[in-house]
């Protein structure tokens, strides 16, 4: 008889104590757990395209996506709610400190406190396509120097250089290392400037790089020329923009050069560069398919589903704005009946569309901010971790 009390204390203390787990673990989960609300952007969304394009824009930011919890931090709740727990997708824990911020400022939203949730392509918008955001998420060095891998010499770099350019309005400069194997350990580093090369006389203002995060994507990130971070890449050099739009180029790829520029003297030729890149995106492929994760890196147009959702948030439809503002279409077109509507180039599909930064102004709630655009230079970048 001592036995079994002996045994029913012991197993009344173990699920006491398994319970008082469970209840800290969940308090713990709900700091990293947010409820998004989303309604199909167009006729052929579905759940699936949905899903993989959370996939695509949380591995943007590292998260490796582990194939055992992923399905578990990305859940579909109800024909319109989402609910993401950024603890289960493999970020790291001094990532995961800044997702909580992010979260808890969504959370204390008016639009949070009227729904009980806010929209997905908004808190995406807000907590990976703005700069501030992205550098904190990706944790950018601060400074170029920093940046820099101590060990690259000049006589290890290979520099290409670009007369002309579809990305600048001047001459480029395009450096690796030569002597780095692993693409884990390559940086890629553009340099904008003034000056010219065939005079010798480029001066080098502006560093647009890229390197790989150890869940195979890339990372970009973009210094002044006195070496510290800036949100976009200025208008005045050319069209690099924001990092978010180096990701719509760059489709997680290195690139070769889409014109034809004269190979320069004391510079690497162009079969030299592309033979270079080829190798380099050899390694990258070679990398990801070595991985255990959500992301499936041979689809090459999941990357999409990513712009579409911040495109069609961005550029809402009177059907989104119902959705989301909790009105009929016929109302909301009343209500906007003094705004311009057009199409997207690139996908028509999403219909007549708005411009997200004037049918703000007219919201019936605020929520949490967002930039003014995605991929271009603008005013309106927020930054609600406090960086840089």
């Given at each position: 008889?001592?036995?079994?009390?002996?045994?029913?204390?012991?197993?009344?203390?173990?699920?006491?104590?398994?319970?008082?787990?469970?209840?800290?673990?969940?308090?713990?989960?709900?700091?990293?757990?947010?409820?998004?609300?989303?309604?199909?952007s167009?006729?052929?969304?579905?759940?699936?395209?949905?899903?993989?394009?959370?996939?695509?824009?949380?591995s943007?930011?590292?998260?490796?996506?582990?194939?055992?919890?992923?399905?578990r931090?990305?859940?579909?709740?109800?024909?319109?709610?989402?609910?993401?727990?950024?603890?289960?997708?493999?970020?790291?824990?001094?990532?995961?400190?800044?997702?909580?911020?992010?979260?808890?400022?969504?959370?204390?939203?008016?639009?949070?406190?009227?729904?009980?949730?806010?929209?997905?392509?908004?808190?995406?918008?807000?907590?990976?396509?703005?700069?501030?955001?992205?550098?904190?998420?990706?944790?950018?060095?601060?400074?170029?120097?920093?940046?820099?891998?101590?060990?690259?010499?000049?006589?290890?770099?290979?520099?290409?250089?670009?007369?002309?350019?579809?990305?600048?309005?001047?001459?480029r400069?395009?450096?690796?290392?030569?002597?780095?194997?692993?693409?884990?350990?390559?940086?890629?580093?553009?340099?904008?400037?003034?000056?010219?090369?065939?005079q010798?006389?480029?001066?080098?203002?502006?560093?647009?790089?890229?390197d790989?995060?150890?869940?195979?994507?890339?990372?970009?990130?973009?210094?002044?020329?006195?070496?510290?971070?800036?949100?976009?890449?200025?208008?005045?050099?050319?069209?690099?923009?924001?990092?978010?739009?180096?990701?719509?180029?760059?489709?997680?790829?290195?690139?070769?050069?889409?014109?034809?520029?004269?190979?320069?003297?004391?510079?690497?030729?162009?079969?030299?560069?592309?033979?270079?890149?080829?190798?380099?995106?050899?390694?990258?492929?070679?990398?990801?398919?070595?991985?255990?994760?959500?992301?499936?890196?041979?689809?090459?147009?999941?990357?999409?589903?990513?712009?579409?959702?911040?495109?069609?948030?961005?550029?809402?439809?009177?059907?989104?704005?119902?959705?989301?503002?909790?009105?009929?279409?016929?109302?909301?077109?009343?209500?906007?009946?003094?705004?311009?509507?057009?199409?997207?180039?690139?996908?028509?599909f999403?219909?007549?569309?708005?411009?997200?930064?004037?049918?703000?102004?007219l919201?019936?709630?605020?929520?949490?901010?967002?930039?003014?655009?995605i991929?271009?230079?603008?005013?309106?970048?927020p930054?609600?971790?406090?960086?840089?």
């Amino acid at each position: 008889m001592k036995k079994v009390i002996c045994f029913l204390a012991v197993l009344i203390t173990f699920v006491a104590a398994f319970q008082l787990f469970r209840q800290k673990e969940g308090v713990e989960n709900e700091s990293y757990t947010i409820n998004l609300r989303h309604n199909k952007s167009y006729h052929d969304e579905t759940d699936e395209l949905i899903y993989k394009g959370l996939l695509w824009s949380f591995s943007q930011v590292g998260a490796t996506l582990p194939k055992k919890t992923t399905a578990r931090g990305i859940e579909k709740v109800t024909d319109t709610l989402w609910r993401i727990d950024v603890s289960k997708l493999g970020f790291r824990p001094v990532v995961l400190e800044k997702w909580r911020r992010i979260i808890a400022a969504a959370k204390n939203t008016q639009e949070y406190h009227l729904y009980g949730s806010i929209m997905l392509n908004r808190f995406v918008i807000c907590s990976i396509y703005a700069s501030n955001h992205y550098y904190e998420m990706v944790q950018a060095p601060k400074t170029y120097s920093e940046f820099l891998h101590p060990s690259v010499n000049a006589s290890s770099k290979a520099e290409y250089a670009v007369e002309i350019s579809s990305v600048s309005k001047g001459e480029r400069l395009i450096r690796m290392d030569t002597t780095v194997e692993a693409i884990t350990a390559q940086q890629f580093i553009a340099v904008e400037g003034s000056g010219h090369f065939s005079q010798g006389n480029f001066k080098e203002e502006l560093f647009e790089l890229i390197d790989m995060m150890p869940n195979g994507q890339l990372r970009y990130l973009i210094y002044s020329h006195n070496g510290r971070l800036v949100n976009a890449s200025p208008n005045s050099y050319g069209d690099a923009g924001k990092p978010a739009k180096c990701m719509w180029c760059h489709e997680s790829y290195l690139l070769d050069n889409f014109m034809s520029t004269p190979n320069i003297k004391g510079y690497l030729n162009y079969e030299q560069f592309v033979s270079l890149n080829k190798r380099n995106n050899d390694k990258l492929i070679k990398y990801r398919k070595q991985l255990s994760t959500e992301i499936n890196y041979e689809n090459k147009k999941d990357h999409e589903l990513a712009e579409i959702m911040y495109i069609s948030y961005m550029e809402p439809s009177a059907e989104t704005l119902a959705f989301e503002w909790h009105l009929s279409i016929e109302e909301i077109r009343r209500h906007l009946a003094k705004l311009r509507t057009h199409q997207h180039h690139e996908f028509p599909f999403l219909g007549q569309l708005y411009d997200r930064h004037e049918v703000d102004k007219l919201a019936p709630h605020k929520s949490v901010p967002i930039p003014k655009s995605i991929r271009e230079p603008n005013d309106d970048e927020p930054n609600l971790l406090g960086a840089n």
